[in-house]
DNA sequence: CGACGGGACGC
DNA sequence: CGACGGGACGC
């Protein structure tokens, strides 16, 4: 069948765009062992560890060329923030910048993860939504309008949370779409600062006030027996992030797990912590925990968290010290695991590579799911939810706002951090407003308010039907 | 003869 | 802090 014409071709070149990647790893990592870490991804053309040109020695920047962009993606995704050989700094992976560029800005997910597509002027936002949700998660979907007569000029954006969703969409739509990555939108691009305002430096926790969420699991206080010798062990936890996260969106997440006594992000050259953040916890128990509950959990939404464990600093070299750390570590994980009080698995030992944590961590006492009421029930009453700092995906909003019955519908107002949910009952609604308004759900804050009743905008253009 | 290029967001 | 080698191109 094809040749493949020749290694420029294939691997030097980004051909096709976004299908190699940019590792940033420990200098002792070979060739072979990026090949088997990332082999499982997608088909590798090409594996360069980039050496010092006199001592040959690694320089701890490698590059690994995928055949396609998804491969790549899926790749960047599942293996940032992952330790490569035992005993390593976990690894950072990013899209490579393509060789012509002279730009010297990490490749982010915000340029990944929106698609711009030609569409008929007949599709509504529902059909592009439709046409587009097999490829993968959508956050939302936008089609450009005549300003004034309101009609489809035929161009519509399609955003997933993941950037391996958007290529996938790319490779494997239909080619009437002319799907291509969308150009990030121009200027005030809406990143806000939330650390403004926020005291810098350490975060010395260990209060109570914040310690007292209910979990469905185990509760990790049960394995503060075995915190023996913690002082020689490890409390401290690593997480690894390729999205831009404050200092208050990491330690609201990891202070849900009761002991957390000291959160400190580790920001990168650039201001954004798109590297680690460093937490540890007053006992062995709750590092386990924390662990074993946010490892792989998205935050925000398409972010795949990475946490690991890291040593107390004093002995980092030691193979013997990490050996036994590791050891003690596998226990603890096995006891977590098979532990008589943890009735519901969570999953098998091992390593696996899907979420471990459920899909919503909050600390409300939540109701059992109910069911959703027929869609075309008549709304007796919405509800109005600010999000802060960012929204939750609709799953898990419906996850949580059915538990109290009747509930409609959800809708995110695109590109706001605002949403409505629709209840056929008002007591229902009530309850839920009762329960929620204040709440914390996977680290972010809502506000729960009756809604205003909808702007009726007389002058619109009528319905099509 | 004979069939496909075009394409950008109210922050 | 973390950005680009080695190899040698048709009849």
């Not at 040109?53 to 960047?76: N, P």
């Not at 680690?276 to 792989?296: C, D, P, T």
Request: hydrophobic fraction near 35%; glycine fraction near 6%; aromatic fraction near 10%.
């Amino acid at each position: 069948m094809e040749e493949y014409p020749n290694k420029q071709a294939t691997e030097n070149l980004d051909d096709p765009p976004n299908s190699r990647l940019f590792v940033v790893t420990s200098r002792s990592i070979t060739e072979d062992e990026l090949r088997e870490g990332f082999s499982a991804f997608g088909d590798i053309q090409g594996v360069w560890v980039v050496k010092d040109k006199q001592t040959k020695e690694s320089k701890g920047i490698c590059y690994v060329k995928f055949a396609k962009s998804s491969q790549a993606c899926l790749a960047m995704e599942e293996m940032h923030g992952k330790v490569l050989m035992e005993g390593t700094k976990p690894c950072k992976v990013f899209i490579a910048q393509s060789r012509s560029s002279t730009r010297h800005r990490d490749v982010e997910d915000e340029e990944l993860t929106r698609i711009f597509v030609m569409i008929p002027k007949t599709f509504s936002e529902e059909d592009l939504k439709d046409t587009f949700k097999e490829y993968g998660d959508i956050e939302y979907c936008v089609i450009i309008k005549n300003k004034f007569t309101g009609e489809s000029k035929g161009l519509g954006y399609v955003r997933y949370y993941k950037p391996s969703q958007a290529a996938i969409a790319i490779e494997n739509c239909d080619k009437t779409y002319r799907a291509i990555l969308a150009e990030p939108r121009t200027k005030a691009t809406v990143t806000e600062d939330y650390s403004a305002g926020a005291p810098r430096g350490d975060y010395m926790g260990g209060g109570d006030s914040m310690n007292q969420y209910a979990f469905p699991m185990a509760d990790p206080g049960n394995y503060q027996v075995m915190d023996y010798r913690s002082n020689d062990f490890t409390r401290c936890l690593m997480m690894s992030t390729r999205a831009a996260l404050t200092q208050e969106q990491i330690f609201a997440l990891f202070d849900i797990i009761p002991g957390m006594e000291y959160c400190e992000l580790q920001r990168d050259a650039y201001g954004m912590s798109k590297g680690h953040a460093l937490i540890r916890y007053s006992n062995l128990g709750s590092a386990v925990y924390a662990k074993e509950k946010l490892n792989g959990f998205e935050y925000p939404p398409g972010n795949r968290l990475v946490v690991n464990f890291v040593d107390d600093g004093d002995d980092r070299s030691s193979p013997v010290g990490r050996m036994a750390m590791q050891f003690v570590a596998t226990q603890m994980m096995s006891a977590v695991w098979n532990g008589p009080s943890t009735s519901q698995v969570m999953k098998p030992p091992g390593f696996s590579p899907v979420s471990p944590m459920s899909r919503v961590q909050t600390d409300v006492n939540l109701p059992p799911l109910k069911k959703l009421a027929p869609p075309d029930s008549k709304t007796k009453e919405r509800l109005f939810v600010v999000f802060s700092p960012s929204p939750l995906p609709p799953d898990v909003l419906e996850d949580v706002f059915c538990r109290f019955g009747s509930l409609i519908e959800v809708h995110l107002v695109p590109g706001r951090k605002v949403g409505y949910m629709k209840y056929a009952d008002k007591q229902c609604a009530d309850e839920a407003m009762a329960a929620l308004h204040g709440r914390v759900v996977n680290g972010v804050k809502m506000k729960v308010m009756l809604a205003d009743p909808p702007r009726e905008e007389s002058h619109k253009r009528p319905r099509t039907y």
